[in-house]
Structures are given as structure tokens and as C-alpha cells.
């Protein structure tokens, strides 16, 4: 059986039983009003009554004692054979004393039987009486008589008053409803008889002439009850009655009933409780009942005022209170205590409405908008966002911590008593009682002691704080203490500075209760409240400690608390300037905070006295206490309007006063670490399905396996559609996205690509060319990464043969001169956007290096290399010593690409390098200015057809190294599908413009001998140098005629009178002097080319950077 379905049976049986109630309720309500009406013989008695005084005083004394269900048969016996004409007057004081002890409806019911029977009996001889008496006991008693009692005596008439009407309402209204009971018109004191009563026949006629409203005797009572009630003292009374006649009178079904017993209503409204309604089980007439309601609507709008005012009156004592104790450190016992009397009326004021708004079907008064004051202003600098959440579980789950870890860490504390027996808690019979009664919430926290503590600091206590540390802070240990357990506890807590985790800290409290005792709890205290001035970091873990033995041994908890309030005190009054002091100070008092076990009036008490004092020590100190535990007492629902007052504070004290730069900036960081500032929400761009499959492709499936399935798909995409090829572009441009040991993946997907779309590569090619000098420009670090992994992208695509030489060694040199004055570095010039001790264009290049430096490692392009380190060396000299972690990439680079390379120690050996490599390569050489036209993609550049053969097998080499290269990646590019051609395509030298450029060059040096050949020469223009420049540029003709003769011709200068003069000398060339000379010769000529095209290309670069900037 399920719990609706015995709902549903216990429903069915209540509505049988509340059936045959009711009918036998109309059925005495039947025999009742005849015998109002007259009619004689209804209560059958016996034919010879029993007059002894015994048995009529025992019947009356049984009704005095309680009318209850036990004696039912009893009494009807009684009533049926025994006289009691004469005990009237007894017998109604009996029956109203006998009434008060009908606790339950059985007895109730009983009662209810047994007047109706006295009443068909006796008639107008008991009812009258009866009715006199029940109407008095319902009287309200008198305003002045009221207003003569001391608080305490009216609460406590009131309540005595309350239990006895209580009992006697729910009667009177079971008597009127089954007819006993008529109206007040019946009510006739003792003593007076309806007959031969002149006063009585005076007083019912001067009402008949007043025109007395014949009201029913309930309606009457509750109008009584309802109008003199100012306090709502009659609440219960109320309650008590629409609870008990829910049915009989008000119409409510059971099952309606269930659920407001229950607690289950979800809504009240007059609507929603017509579906509960049945009229016809109600005995009292509708128009009573309507008048009744009436009644009760009034007195009920009238009770939701008084509840929103006693809220709002509430509300203000708790903010006095609030604030009284933390401007004077302690919470005045005479305030609290009203306050906690005006919170149980409240709640009891509460309860009740409830209860009756149930029945009634009203609404309850809304008090979460009742506030007095919003917290937060239009003008105000919090967010109102985090201030004030309306749902106080959602706070403290979802914004309280910043991950559930944090949030075990300082909420889940393990209860001691489930792991380790009561007795062992503490050793003091005190301590022990202390214990049970906090097991049993019978006592509030022991922690309350603190509230007393003096905490203003003025000059007339600051000596008195300063001794109150110094004094014995500690307890004397007991001499009677053991060596060993002594020794036990030594170790523990020595123990105590290697726990680092949440199991640990725990396990460490479970072990001290195995430990407890009165110098063991000293010690600890000591050690807690003293830790190692170099272990900040173990304060979580004392504080956990402290949290979880705190509940059972206060004095530990306590103790820690006192002590560091003290020291706080000391710090602020003295203005200590030991940061370090200050800083444990601070942040094991946010820990305990956090902890939940420092009262809040103390913590916000701190906060006061040192934004009174606001210097800089005290800034120090709020800024810390901001930052450990000022966002926690922002969220959490308790403290929130507490902080926001206090954060607007320290901000308006920041305005106010001329405080220092650092000052200002500790203040704004602690502020906006507790009330971050609302940004923006970011809208997430809505991707295509094609953008989202290519992003698949490219940063999550790419791998060394599938890459060739991934380029067979990109090369089935629309590349004529624009927007794909815009998206492959960006995706292929933001190689960051890319996991960076795949990004010569990405090169090899480029490779293959560019021969089907070329220009695809090329805008890819200088995009990530612009984006390094962009990131050059900014140096902004967040990008960092992402310049490190363009870089390493495009060593990875000159790996490939994507891009050329020039364009790598153009990148290298624009990385270590770009942004300097006149494209060189200087130790004494500072560039903002390459500061002395920014390495990180040191990280770019070696990154460069390291992905393509091994293929510079022969021929003209290992001397290019060469030349570069040697600048490169000496750009790192320019710069402040290189951090660990630089110098390391830096080592591990050179070792990769010239492992015989000695590094240079200073800027001046790397100077005096330059100048070395310099005088080697670029020997006798002048720059000229058409130089440019120079192919630049070749690695050299010959003039005379004396280095043609050189250069020949130093591009074989080159050549030879790019085919290997190219080998490798068609190996790597194995995999493709046979069914997809890829066509390789390479560069080649153009020889015809080669010849042409020769042709030209020779003749414009044959012109320009010729004109200077009839020149006039003067005494000392010597002859030999215009001689041997054209020995030089005539090598042809010189090197044919010299191999038929087998000699070689040299101009030997010899001198006649004052005039030079030449003659021409015929050497056999297999001589000493001829092969050293020519063989000397070879080598000028050979170095002069080779450096001439590197000094082009460098100038080049030179004036491009200038333009650029």
C-alpha cells in the first residue's frame, strides 16, 4: 500500500466517524430545543428518586472531579435515579469546575451528554445558571485591572486566563451547537429565581425596551473576544476555535483539515478552498456562519498589520543591536533578552496566523519585502546582484565557496562524538555537563563568555592591552601530569606541523581526545596560538582543528580566539610595524572566520577599529582581512548587509583622506577581490556546421595517423565558396588552437595543400609574418603563447620547404632589432617595447632555432648563421642577466645547433665578435645603393665566372639538403590515397637573366675604363690601380693568353726621376709566387661575393624597418 492510498482510508474513516458524530449532535440538538420549547418526559427518570445526601453529594463530587468519558455511564445512572433538586446551585459550580479537566474529545463529547441531560431534566431550573457561568468564564478581564500589572504578572495572568478559556470556549461552542446554549438573553447569575424575581422581570423588560439584539451566545463570545483583543493576546483562542469546528462550522472537509494539520498547504485563498467546502456538513446555520466569517475577516486584516509592524520592529532592534555590538565589542543582555521575547511572540504570532489563514482560506502577509530599508542605493558602489539573494540555501550552496572542495573543507567537520565516547571529551565533571548540555541544545554556545570583552581602545587602556599579553596568557600546566603521556603530547604537537590535508587534520583531533586533559589542553593551546613565525600555511589546518574540537572542549576554541583578539588590539593601539606580526594576526583570524566560529560582532568590531585608525599599518591589516575572508562574510546571508555597510565605509574613507599611491592601490584590489564589477556576458558567435566539422578536424582529430584522411577531406571541401576558404584560413592561421606537437602536422597539411591552392598559402604565409610583428609592436604577455607558437609555426613550414631562407633569417633579425633606434640594439637606449629585462624575444628566437636552426648548418647558409649569432649574442648583452629559466632554453638551443660554440660572457667580447666577423666576411667592401636588384632567393651571388664552379657545389649542397627534406615529406605523405596526385613543384634559376645581368655589368665597368683611359693624370696619380682593376675585370682574356704561354703576367713598379712606372713581368705560373697569389686571389673573391649579398640584405632589411616605423 502506498502513502496516498492510506491517506485515503484514514480519510474514509474520519468522515464515518465525524458522520455518526454528527448525527448524534442533531439528535441531542433535536431533544434539546423541545425541552426549551416546553416539552415534558424527554430525560426518562425512575419512578422512586433516591433523596440521600450521600449519593447526591457523591454524584456532585464526581462531577467536580472531571467530566470524562470513563464515567459516562456512570453519571447517566446517576441522573436517572437520584433526586439533586435541591443541588442545583452545586451541581452547575461542579459542572463548570468538572469541564476544565476534559482534555480530549472523548471526555468533551462525555460532557456534552451529560449537560444535555441535566438540561432535558431540569430545564430552565439549571440551564440559565449554566449558561451565566460559561459566559463569565469567557468575560475578557478588565483594561485597568490589566494595565495595573507589571509586564511579567500580565504575561503570566494572560496566560493562566488563556489555558482555562481555552477548554471552555470549545465547550460552549459543542453546547451551543447542539442547543444548550442560546444566546446571552439565558444567562442568569446564581442565586436568583426567573419567577418571583422582581430585579430579573425589571431587567428583561428594560432590554426588551432597548431593543437588545437577541445574538447567538457563540456570536456573541467571539465578538467580545475579537474587539478587546489590541495585543492579539486571543490568537490562541481564535485558533482554537476554527481549528476545532473546522467542520461543524466553517464547512472545511477532512481531508482539507489533514493537510493544514499536516503543514501541507501549498497556497491559501478563498478560491482554492472551495473545492474543500461541504456545506453539508456543517450544523450551524449559514447566516451565523457568515457573520461569524465576517467577523474573523476583519479581526484577520487587522492581525496582518500588527504582524508587518512587530516584523519591522524586529528588524530595527536587530539592527541597533547589531550595531551597539560592534561599535562597543559586546551585546548588552537586557537588549538581547527583549529581543529574543519580541522573536518568540513573532514567531508564535506567525504560527497561528498560518493556521487560520489556512482555514479561512487567506493570504498570509508577505514579510521578505517588509525591510525597512533596502540595502543597497542607487548610488551605492556594491553590486546589489551579490548582496542580497533572496534564497538563502541557494547563497550558501552555489556562491558561498569557490568549489566544492573549499567548501567540505571548512563546512563537513566531523562530529567527535560519533567516533570517539563522550567520557574521553574532556576529564572536568564541569566540562562534562558543559558537553551534555550542548548534545542536548539546552545551553547556548559557551563561546558567548567573549561578548564581554572589553575591546575599545583608547589611550587610558592601551598599557593595560599591552600587559594583558604579556601577563600569563597560558594556563599553568598540572604538575600532576605523567612523563608520559607529557611526552605523548610533545610529540603530537610536534606532529602537528606536518599535517597538510583534511583527512590528517581530523585523524589529529580524534588522537588529543585519546589525549585530553587539563595540561594537555594548555599545551595545545600554546601551540595553537603560538605557531612557527614561517608556517602561514598551516593556519587552515589549526584552524580545522580547532573547529572540530571547539564543539566539545570550549576552552581550546576559546582561548585561540581571546588570544588573537588580544593581539589584534595590541597591533591596532600600538601601531605595530612588524608586517609579518600583522600579517599571521590577520590571516588566522579570516581562517577561524571562516570556520564560522568567531562571533560576528567581534569580527565586525576589528574591522571598526581599524578603519577608526585607517593608517597605513591598519590598511595592511584590512586589505589582508579583505582578502582572506572578506569575500566569504559578503556571501554568506547572515553578515552580507553588515559588509556592504562596511565596504562602502572603507571606500568613502579612501575618497576622503590623501592617501599614498600603494595605499589607494591595497584598498581598490581587497574591494574588488570581495565585489568583483559585473563584465559584460560574452556572446558566443554562432559557428556554421562547416566551421564546426573543419574545427574537429583541425584541433581535435589531427595526428600523426589521420592526417592524411584530414587533408583528403579539406581537399574535398568548396574551396571556390569565399566562406570556406575564409574559414580554412582562420583556422589555419590561429595555430594556438592547435596542441604544439602538432603544429608541424598543420605544416605538412599546408605543404600539400599549396600545390593545388597556391595563393591560399601565400596569404597564410603573411598573415602569420603580420601577426609576429604585431605581436611585436603590442608585447603584450597574454599573448606570449601565441607568438610562441607562430613562430614555432613557421620554422615548421621553412622545414617544409614553404618559405625560403631570406624569410627565416629576415624574421630572426626583425625579432632581435625590431623597435630599437636605427635597427641596433643599445645597453644604454631603452625601447619600451623591449625593455632591458624582457627576455622574451630571447624565448622567440631560440624557439625559432630550435625548430629549423639544424638546417643552417653547411655552406653559405651555416656562415649566415653564424653572423646572426654573433649579433644575437651581443643583443643578449644589451639586456639585464638572464633569468634561470632563459639561460637553460638558451644553453639547450646553442647545443642544439652549434654544439662547439663557446658563449660569450660580456657586451664588450661580443662587440669585439661582431667587429672580428665583420673584418672576416665584409673585408675591403663598400655598400652600393643598386645592389637590391639581387635575387634574394638564391644564397649567393656571383660576379666573374672564377666563382661560378664554388657556388655551383655549395647549392648542390643546399639542393641535396632540400631533397632530403622533400623525401621525407613525401614518406610522411605516404599515406595518401593513390586515387589523389600531389605534383611537387620547385623553383628554378632563371640563367638566362643571370647572363644578361653579367653582360650588362661587364660593359657598364668597359665604359667606364674607357672614359678615364685619356684622363690626365697628375705626379702622384699612380697608374696601378686602374691597371689592375682592369686586369681584374679583363680575367678572361689575362687567364686564355696565360694558359697558351704558361706564364702569368704581374706589374712590377719601378720608378724613373720622379715618375712611377710599370713594367709587365712573365711569371711561369707552376711557381711559388704564382700559385700563392692566385690561390689567395680565389679566396678574396670567393668571400667578397658572399659577404657583399649578406651587407645587402642586412642594409635592406635596415632601411624596410625604418620605413615600417
Known amino acids: 500500500m502506498n502513502a496516498n492510498t492510506l491517506e485515503d482510508i484514514q480519510d474514509n474513516i474520519n468522515v464515518h466517524f465525524n458522520e455518526e458524530k454528527r448525527k448524534k449532535k442533531l439528535e441531542l440538538r433535536t431533544r434539546n430545543i423541545e425541552t426549551w420549547n416546553g416539552m415534558k418526559g424527554i430525560f426518562k427518570t425512575a419512578p422512586n428518586l433516591d433523596t440521600s445526601l450521600k449519593k447526591n453529594t457523591a454524584f456532585i463530587k464526581r462531577l467536580r472531579t472531571g467530566i470524562t468519558s470513563d464515567i459516562h455511564d456512570q453519571l447517566i445512572r446517576d441522573l436517572e435515579t437520584l433526586s439533586l433538586e435541591k443541588y442545583i446551585s452545586e451541581i452547575v459550580g461542579a459542572v463548570v469546575e468538572g469541564l476544565q479537566k476534559s482534555k480530549t474529545s472523548a471526555d468533551i463529547f462525555t460532557a456534552i451528554e451529560v449537560i444535555s441531560a441535566l438540561h432535558q431534566r431540569f430545564s430552565t431550573l439549571f440551564t440559565p445558571f449554566l449558561t451565566f457561568q460559561i459566559a463569565r468564564g469567557l468575560t475578557q478581564p478588565l483594561k485597568s485591572y490589566m494595565a495595573s500589572l507589571t509586564p511579567e504578572q500580565r504575561e503570566k495572568e494572560d496566560s493562566q486566563r488563556i489555558s482555562r478559556q481555552r477548554i471552555l470556549l470549545r465547550v460552549s461552542v459543542e453546547l451551543w451547537l447542539v442547543g444548550i446554549l442560546r444566546t446571552l438573553n439565558d444567562a442568569i447569575p446564581l442565586g436568583l429565581t426567573i419567577n418571583?424575581?422582581?430585579?430579573?422581570?425589571?431587567?428583561?423588560?428594560?432590554?426588551?425596551?432597548?431593543?437588545?439584539?437577541?445574538?447567538?451566545?457563540?456570536?456573541?463570545?467571539?465578538?467580545?473576544?475579537?474587539?478587546?483583543?489590541?495585543?492579539?493576546?486571543?490568537?490562541?483562542?481564535?485558533?482554537?476555535?476554527?481549528?476545532?469546528?473546522?467542520?461543524?462550522?466553517?464547512?472545511?472537509?477532512?481531508?482539507?483539515?489533514?493537510?493544514?494539520?499536516?503543514?501541507?498547504?501549498?497556497?491559501?485563498?478563498?478560491?482554492?478552498?472551495?473545492?474543500?467546502?461541504?456545506?453539508?456538513?456543517?450544523?450551524?446555520?449559514?447566516?451565523?456562519?457568515?457573520?461569524?466569517k465576517l467577523l474573523l475577516y476583519k479581526y484577520f486584516d487587522n492581525l496582518k498589520e500588527y504582524i508587518i509592524k512587530e516584523y519591522k520592529n524586529l528588524k530595527i532592534q536587530e539592527k541597533n543591536i547589531s550595531d551597539a555590538s560592534v561599535s562597543r565589542g559586546e551585546i548588552n543582555e537586557d537588549?538581547?533578552?527583549?529581543?529574543?521575547?519580541?522573536?518568540?511572540h513573532l514567531e508564535r504570532l506567525i504560527n497561528n496566523t498560518k493556521?487560520?489563514?489556512?482555514?479561512?482560506?487567506?493570504?498570509?502577509?508577505?514579510?521578505?519585502?517588509?525591510?525597512?530599508?533596502?540595502?543597497?542605493?542607487?548610488?551605492?558602489?556594491?553590486?546589489?546582484?551579490?548582496?542580497?539573494l533572496h534564497d538563502?540555501?541557494?547563497?550558501?550552496?552555489?556562491?558561498?565557496?569557490?568549489?566544492?572542495?573549499?567548501?567540505?573543507?571548512?563546512?563537513?567537520?566531523?562530529?567527535?562524538?560519533?567516533?570517539?565516547?563522550?567520557?574521553?571529551?574532556?576529564?572536568?565533571?564541569k566540562q562534562s555537563r558543559e558537553n551534555e548540555a550542548y548534545t542536548e541544545n539546552k545551553t547556548p554556545s559557551s563561546i558567548d563568555k567573549l561578548d564581554e570583552m572589553d575591546l575599545d581602545i583608547t589611550d587610558d587602556n592601551i598599557e593595560g592591552i599591552e600587559t594583558e599579553l604579556n601577563e600569563s596568557d597560558f594556563l599553568q600546566e598540572d604538575l600532576s601530569i605523567s612523563k608520559g603521556v607529557s611526552m605523548q603530547i610533545d610529540v603530537y604537537i610536534v606532529r602537528l606541523l606536518e599535517l597538510n590535508n583534511r583527512d590528517m587534520i581530523d585523524q589529529a583531533a580524534i588522537d588529543f581526545c585519546f589525549l585530553n586533559s587539563k595540561a594537555s589542553r594548555n599545551k595545545l593551546i600554546k601551540a595553537l596560538c603560538e605557531p612557527p613565525r614561517n608556517r602561514q600555511d598551516i593556519f587552515p589546518y589549526y584552524s580545522r582543528l580547532i573547529a572540530t574540537l571547539g564543539r566539545y572542549i570550549h576552552n581550546v576554541r576559546d582561548s585561540v580566539i581571546e588570544y588573537l583578539i588580544k593581539q589584534f588590539k595590541k597591533i591596532i593601539a600600538l601601531g605595530n610595524k612588524d608586517l609579518e606580526l600583522r600579517t599571521r594576526n590577520a590571516r588566522y583570524l579570516s581562517e577561524l572566520i571562516k570556520f564560522n566560529i568567531v562571533p560576528h560582532h567581534l569580527i565586525f568590531h576589528c574591522f571598526k577599529i581599524a578603519i577608526d585608525k585607517f593608517s597605513k599599518q591598519t590598511i595592511e591589516i584590512l586589505s589582508i582581512l579583505l582578502e582572506e575572508c572578506g569575500r566569504f562574510l559578503f556571501r554568506h546571508p547572515e553578515t552580507n548587509p553588515r559588509m556592504v555597510t562596511l565596504l562602502e565605509t572603507i571606500m568613502r574613507k579612501k575618497s576622503a583622506q590623501n592617501l599614498g599611491q600603494q595605499e589607494r592601490l591595497m584598498i581598490e584590489n581587497a574591494f574588488y577581490y570581495v565585489n568583483p564589477p559585473?563584465?559584460?556576458?560574452?556572446?558566443?558567435?554562432?559557428?556554421?556546421?562547416?566551421?564546426?566539422?573543419?574545427?574537429?578536424?583541425?584541433?581535435?582529430?589531427?595526428?600523426?595517423?589521420?592526417?592524411?584522411?584530414?587533408?583528403?577531406?579539406?581537399?574535398?571541401?568548396?574551396?571556390?565558396?569565399?566562406?570556406?576558404?575564409?574559414?580554412?584560413?582562420?583556422l589555419f592561421s590561429k595555430v594556438w588552437n592547435v596542441r604544439f606537437n602538432n603544429i608541424h602536422l598543420l605544416a605538412i597539411l599546408i605543404k600539400s595543400l599549396s600545390c593545388y591552392h597556391h595563393e591560399f598559402t601565400i596569404k597564410l604565409v603573411d598573415s602569420i609574418l603580420e601577426q609576429i610583428r604585431v605581436g611585436l609592436e603590442e608585447n603584450n604577455y597574454k599573448h606570449n603563447q601565441k607568438q610562441i607558437a607562430l613562430v614555432r609555426y613557421l620554422g615548421e613550414l621553412y622545414n617544409y620547404k614553404i618559405i625560403d631562407t631570406p624569410v627565416i633569417f629576415d624574421t630572426l633579425y626583425t625579432l632581435v632589432v625590431f623597435g630599437h633606434a636605427g635597427g641596433r640594439p643599445h645597453p644604454c637606449k631603452f625601447t619600451p617595447i623591449d625593455a632591458p629585462d624582457d627576455f622574451f624575444r630571447i624565448h622567440l628566437v631560440c624557439t625559432l632555432l630550435n625548430t629549423c636552426g639544424l638546417c643552417f648548418d653547411r655552406g653559405s647558409s651555416r656562415k649566415k648563421m653564424d653572423i646572426f649569432l654573433s649579433?644575437?649574442?651581443?643583443?643578449?648583452?644589451?639586456?639585464?642577466p638572464l633569468t634561470m629559466d632563459v639561460e637553460f632554453i638558451l644553453q639547450d638551443t646553442m647545443r642544439l645547433i652549434r654544439p662547439n660554440l663557446r658563449l660569450i660572457s660580456s657586451l664588450e667580447e661580443a662587440a669585439k665578435g661582431i667587429?672580428?666577423?665583420?673584418?672576416?666576411?665584409?673585408?675591403?667592401?663598400?655598400?652600393?645603393?643598386?645592389s637590391h636588384d639581387i635575387d634574394d632567393s638564391t644564397d649567393t651571388e656571383s660576379f666573374n665566372d672564377d666563382d661560378v664552379p664554388i657556388f655551383d657545389d655549395q647549392e648542390g649542397e643546399i639542393l641535396e639538403k632540400e631533397d632530403d627534406l622533400a623525401d621525407n615529406?613525401?614518406?610522411?605523405?605516404?599515406?595518401?590515397?593513390?586515387?589523389?596526385?600531389?605534383?611537387?613543384?620547385?623553383?628554378?634559376?632563371?640563367?638566362?637573366?643571370?647572363?644578361?645581368?653579367?653582360?650588362?655589368?661587364?660593359?657598364?665597368?668597359?665604359e667606364s675604363l674607357e672614359a678615364r683611359k685619356f684622363d690626365r693624370k697628375g705626379i702622384f696619380d699612380l697608374p696601378l690601380p686602374i691597371k689592375r682593376q682592369n686586369f681584374h675585370m679583363n680575367c678572361n682574356e689575362v687567364e686564355t693568353s696565360n694558359v697558351s704561354n704558361n706564364n702569368i703576367t704581374f706589374a712590377l713598379l719601378v720608378k724613373r726621376g720622379n715618375r712611377p712606372m710599370t713594367h709587365m713581368v712573365d711569371i711561369p705560373s707552376d711557381s711559388a709566387l704564382a700559385i700563392s697569389t692566385r690561390t689567395k686571389k680565389e679566396a678574396e673573391k670567393q668571400e667578397q661575393q658572399h659577404i657583399k649579398s649578406l651587407v645587402l640584405k642586412y642594409e635592406r632589411m635596415d632601411n624596410d624597418g625604418k620605413k615600417r616605423v
Not at 667587429?915 to 643598386?930: R, V
Not at 605523405?973 to 638566362?992: A, G, L, P
Open 915 to 930: 667587429d672580428e666577423i665583420i673584418a672576416k666576411y665584409i673585408k675591403s667592401y663598400d655598400i652600393q645603393t643598386n
Open 335 to 344: 537588549r538581547q533578552n527583549n529581543l529574543d521575547r519580541l522573536e518568540k
Open 196 to 292: 418571583n424575581n422582581p430585579q430579573l422581570k425589571s431587567l428583561k423588560c428594560q432590554k426588551r425596551s432597548e431593543n437588545y439584539i437577541n445574538e447567538p451566545f457563540i456570536y456573541s463570545i467571539i465578538k467580545d473576544i475579537v474587539l478587546q483583543d489590541r495585543d492579539y493576546v486571543n490568537l490562541p483562542l481564535i485558533v482554537t476555535f476554527v481549528r476545532n469546528f473546522a467542520s461543524d462550522i466553517f464547512c472545511v472537509s477532512q481531508k482539507r483539515l489533514r493537510k493544514i494539520i499536516d503543514g501541507n498547504t501549498s497556497e491559501n485563498s478563498i478560491e482554492s478552498l472551495q473545492q474543500y467546502v461541504d456545506e453539508n456538513i456543517s450544523i450551524c446555520p449559514s447566516d451565523i456562519r457568515e457573520n461569524i
Open 678 to 730: 559585473e563584465q559584460p556576458i560574452i556572446q558566443r558567435r554562432t559557428l556554421s556546421v562547416e566551421e564546426l566539422y573543419i574545427r574537429k578536424l583541425i584541433y581535435l582529430d589531427l595526428n600523426k595517423k589521420n592526417y592524411p584522411r584530414i587533408l583528403k577531406q579539406l581537399r574535398k571541401l568548396h574551396w571556390e565558396n569565399p566562406e570556406v576558404e575564409y574559414t580554412l584560413f582562420k
Open 392 to 429: 538563502k540555501e541557494e547563497m550558501i550552496s552555489n556562491f558561498l565557496w569557490d568549489d566544492d572542495d573549499q567548501r567540505k573543507f571548512y563546512e563537513d567537520i566531523i562530529d567527535l562524538k560519533d567516533v570517539v565516547p563522550l567520557s574521553l571529551l574532556t576529564n572536568d565533571k
Open 871 to 880: 649579433f644575437f649574442q651581443y643583443y643578449i648583452h644589451t639586456k639585464l
Open 355 to 388: 493556521i487560520l489563514a489556512d482555514i479561512l482560506g487567506l493570504l498570509m502577509p508577505d514579510l521578505k519585502n517588509q525591510n525597512e530599508e533596502p540595502i543597497n542605493n542607487v548610488d551605492s558602489c556594491i553590486r546589489s546582484s551579490n548582496s542580497l
Open 969 to 1006: 615529406i613525401k614518406n610522411e605523405s605516404s599515406h595518401i590515397n593513390e586515387d589523389d596526385e600531389i605534383i611537387m613543384f620547385r623553383r628554378e634559376r632563371n640563367k638566362k637573366e643571370e647572363e644578361e645581368f653579367d653582360i650588362e655589368f661587364s660593359k657598364i665597368v668597359s
